[in-house]
């Protein structure tokens, strides 16, 4: 079944911890994003990639990194750095048109 | 840089009537692609129609329609015969076509919600 795995669904942070989402997509795409959603509105872009072994800062980079060693995967980290992290995350994938995985609901606790 | 504006952040329709989405859209690109996604409460993102920039013909899928106007940098979604089902937050996307100088970035609007009355 083509498309894009976002895992986990829900994850929980403690303070000062990192925390990595994955990203894995069979699509074959050379694009791919990740994007915050906060309650209520848009998505903001956090980070692309274009090709493996490149990937460009989008709006609100800061307090995250990424990652793209495989054509496949492109993991997002949460970082201490993060101050308010709690969010709805999203991956996407582009190739005449976007495709999305199910999310990640980050919470702080 | 490439930014997406939709202006309205909510709005209602009767069902079974038609609604009007906006959405504005500034590039200096020339050849493009122009999305309307839908979310609803699931938070899975839906395509629901795209455009190709260098196309004149405007997009149609069932009751959707879009009216591009290149010129005016505007891409308003229509919803005809309007169902309980489409209530969910819809979002505007821009996304350059490779080769392009800003290849590949996908960039949304604020998103409008739309909620469908009974």
């Known amino acids: 079944d083509g498309g894009i795995t976002q895992s986990p669904k829900y994850l929980f942070r403690k303070e000062g911890q990192n925390v990595t989402l994955s990203c894995e997509q069979n699509?074959?795409?050379?694009?791919m994003y990740w994007y915050r959603q906060d309650p209520g509105q848009g998505l903001r872009l956090i980070y692309y990639?274009?090709?493996?072994?490149?990937?460009q800062k989008g709006d609100i980079a800061e307090g995250y990194s990424v990652s793209r060693e495989k054509k496949e995967s492109f993991p997002l980290t949460v970082t201490s750095a993060q101050k308010n992290p709690t969010a709805f995350y999203l991956c996407?994938?582009?190739?005449?048109?976007?495709?999305f995985g199910q999310g990640t609901r980050l919470t702080v606790v | 840089a490439q930014t997406v504006t939709q202006s309205q952040p909510e709005m209602s329709v009767q069902e079974a009537e038609t609604v009007t989405l906006s959405c504005t859209y500034d590039?200096?690109?020339?050849?493009?692609?122009l999305f309307w996604y839908k979310q609803p409460p699931s938070r899975q993102m839906i395509l629901v129609i795209r455009?190709?920039?260098?196309?004149?013909q405007n997009a149609t899928e069932n009751r959707f329609s879009v009216n591009f106007q290149k010129a005016a940098k505007s891409f308003s979604l229509k919803i005809s015969d309007s169902q309980l089902g489409d209530t969910a937050m819809y979002f505007c996307?821009?996304?350059?076509?490779?080769?392009?100088?800003?290849?590949?970035?996908?960039?949304f609007g604020q998103g409008t919600t739309l909620q469908v009355k009974p």
């Open positions: 996407a994938t582009a190739g005449v048109q976007a495709f």
């Open positions: 699509l074959n795409h050379d694009a």
């Open positions: 990639s274009q090709i493996v072994n490149d990937f």
């Open positions: 590039t200096s690109e020339n050849n493009y692609y």
């Open positions: 455009q190709e920039a260098y196309k004149q």
């Open positions: 996307a821009f996304m350059t076509v490779p080769g392009s100088s800003n290849t590949g970035k996908l960039i």
